[in-house]
């Protein structure tokens, strides 16, 4: 590694000027009129990563951007890394509040302002210059490596799934790595490693066959609104345990380890509190903010509608109303399980005055990578020589949509190593990545592929 | 009575070609383009009244359609009645769903079509017809008479508050005699004695200070739509008992005869349950349908809204959610100390993780007329004579605003003497009086006022 640090010592202007030039497209996805763009965006990257020295270099056309795929695989007995990240960006809008161009890279501060700059295009980069740096020293990488970095993420991913479906054979590998995330705090870098998943219910209630005058009928007939709170009520107990039968019972408890690496994170409850503009919290009992965040499972409404919602009064009994309800999962919960068992159980809590019908609009299964997975144990050491600090350990109460497909579609685990910042306005203006993490990225990542090498473990 | 019975039976035609003539002015008064037919159907009514011989007939301008007032109060000693009715009409709309022209009163089957018929011509009508036979007959009426018959009923009445207000000395009375609804069914004429009032509140809820992801806040922090749900469902117990304090404390519980008097009315739930399409009624324990309808208080849910509320799918924990809550309410709850209630109790309810902000929409109070108030004797007595069968008791879910008007502005009691039927399509096409009813109710209306007189009642 020594040989691999110094060129990237000696190169830290040609790895930022590199960055630059790929910022300076406006791979905007979402907007038609930077098609062009998107594509010569594409290239930009497909052709530096056939300069440093990866094989099998393709622009793949999809219905929308393209993927760019690459790969070395000439590190037989070596575990695969697919490296997924993405090249398009948010768009800019609103322009006027940017200080400076977002298509024209500039430093202030020690940071790098461009839109891209942490999402994803400079997390990208980072990977592209350790592996270069590899490549230009060895000859060749340490571990196998696919890359897949697409030209939708901004968009949905709108074109992924196809692919993946298409290139199962492929992108067989051990594990997939992204650069996509922050880290903790300004302080402390981070590996991600779970993930909730998630359970999107609609319940469509109906009482009356049409729309009643409160007056002439109220007390008569049970009414749907009403019918439909005591249900939502009845799903989260005092103790904010959710009630729908079986919910818990799938589920892998917090290890004393993980309950005290959250603790040691230190999070401050009242700081979050006051950020969100709330007099208290108010979760399951028995955990942590974190913990709850992170590793409970959730029950959230997510909409309601029903009856008169305009301004004033009418004096309706309304005949149809209609609640979204989410779950967030955590490991092993099945979506499938719990949508069944959700749905059972809201039948069961229907008196028989009203009919239910309940939709299901997507599921997705909660992700955990074990923390003594051997691309997070490289991941750890890489971020303790890349920072001089041994990363915290993380995970996100939300769903990264791609990870989900990573695990359901290829089986495989996700490491989430993250360099962007809290406040590096990742979808706002002024969006900017900080250099140091930049460089420090950098040589995290050249760890990264050094360590999750056979060579390294022995 | 004989020569008045007499005089009404001689002038058959004569009444129905006046209703006629009434009819086919089209006094649509949500229609700007009828507002001349509006006025000129004003003078028409003004002008019978004149010939019959009544007193002080007046068309008096509002701000927007004009109010036809009449009295005659030539019987000292004897009590006054208030008649109130209306003489404008609802649209015909859609005319291509009428038989035979709305506004060309049409003979079929025994019944009068043409809009206004029922609702409220045709009602009018009849108390213009008793009384020209009272006044033909004997030159004089039994009771002293004030008629009010507005022109904006259909449009909620809309400068009657300021016209009572303004004319309050001319209008005390002892009674309000309003023929503007209908028997209970084919067979049985009513009596309507009772009316629930209402107090109508929104309920708006506040949690974080913006919008959150589910993902990513999910289990920390009150969704304030589940406590908005929670809320809801804590107001009425299982027992379909509403559980704000002090709820019930000022009810008049209902008589023996009362009850009696419902049970006897043989009421279908079977048919009502099918009528409205559920499987079951559902309202509070130890009370018949009738009895939650006619007698007991409600809550009702009117609107709910909060959140995504489109198609598919949004994972947000919304900032904010409303509720509209109506309650009905029963003699002798106070509006005004049941609104306070709910405030009170829906701020305890909510957990401090929220902030609640109450609306107050509106609220009117319950009327009861006492069962033997002399007017109410009277009217049994006129509808026994009308129908040759005694009328039935019953009260109404709903309000009728003039009702709690001339109970709030001017303490007067109300007697509901319809001679509508159920199926009269008042506000839909084809509407229709019964002709029989019809002549039922010029008798039972000529037998009212001579019941009423104090003569009568020695």
């Known amino acids: 590694m020594d040989r691999v640090l110094s060129y990237l010592e000696a190169n830290h202007d040609q790895a930022l ?75 800019a809008e609103p322009f006027d509040l940017w200080e400076s161009d977002p298509f024209d890279p500039t430093i202030r501060d020690g940071n790098l302002f461009a839109r891209g700059s942490t999402d994803d295009k400079g997390q990208v980069w980072l990977h592209v210059k350790a592996l270069e740096a590899h490549l230009e020293q060895h000859g060749r990488l340490p571990v196998n490596v696919k890359m897949l970095i697409e030209g939708e993420e901004e968009v949905a991913s709108a074109h992924l799934d196809e692919y993946i479906e298409k290139h199962k054979e492929d992108l067989t590998a051990d594990v997939v790595m992204i650069s996509d995330t922050t880290m903790y705090d300004y302080e402390r870098p981070a590996i991600g490693y779970g993930l909730r998943g998630l359970v999107y219910m609609e319940i469509q209630i109906e009482g009356p066959n049409k729309d009643l005058h409160s007056g002439g009928y109220g007390g008569s007939v049970a009414n749907p609104l009403n019918i439909l709170s005591d249900i939502i009520a009845e799903m989260i107990d005092s103790d904010g345990r959710i009630t729908i039968p079986g919910f818990y019972d799938d589920i892998v408890p917090l290890t004393d380890t993980e ?16 950020r969100l503009g709330v007099a208290e919290l108010k979760g399951e009992k028995g955990y942590s903010t974190l913990e709850r965040i992170w590793a409970r499972p959730t029950l959230d409404v997510n909409g309601l509608l029903g009856g008169f919602t305009g301004e004033g009064s009418k004096t309706v009994i309304a005949s149809k109303g209609m609640a979204k309800v989410s779950m967030r999962l955590v490991p092993n919960q099945d979506p499938e399980v719990i949508a069944q068992a959700f749905e059972v159980y809201v039948e069961k809590l229907a008196p028989s005055s009203v009919k239910i019908n309940i939709l299901r609009h997507g599921t ?40 989900a497909t990573f695990q359901e579609r290829l089986g495989l685990p996700t490491v989430l190593m993250g360099f962007g910042l ?30 999750y090498s056979k060579d390294s473990e022995a």
């Open 17 to 91: 000027e590199g960055l630059k030039d790929f910022l300076r497209i406006p791979s905007v996805s979402t907007h038609p009129h930077h098609k062009t763009d998107v594509l010569h965006c594409a290239e930009y990257l497909a052709n530096e990563l056939r300069r440093i020295g990866m094989k099998r270099v393709d622009v793949v056309p999809t219905a929308g951007h393209p993927i760019v795929y690459a790969e070395w695989l000439e590190a037989p007995g070596q575990p695969t890394v697919l490296m997924y990240g993405h090249y398009d960006v948010q768009p």
């Open 259 to 274: 309950r005290a690496a959250f603790t040691a994170l230190a999070f401050s409850e009242d700081e979050y509190a006051e």
């Open 364 to 403: 997705g299964k909660p992700i955990l990578t074990p923390r003594d997975h051997p691309a997070v144990k490289a991941a750890d050491q890489a971020i303790t020589q890349g920072f001089g600090i041994s990363p915290v350990y993380i995970r996100e109460g939300g769903s990264i949509p791609v990870v």
């Open 422 to 451: 809290p406040d590096c306005d990742a979808h706002a203006p002024n969006e900017k990545f900080n250099l140091k993490n930049f460089y420090r990225g950098i040589i995290s990542a050249a760890w990264f592929y050094q360590e």
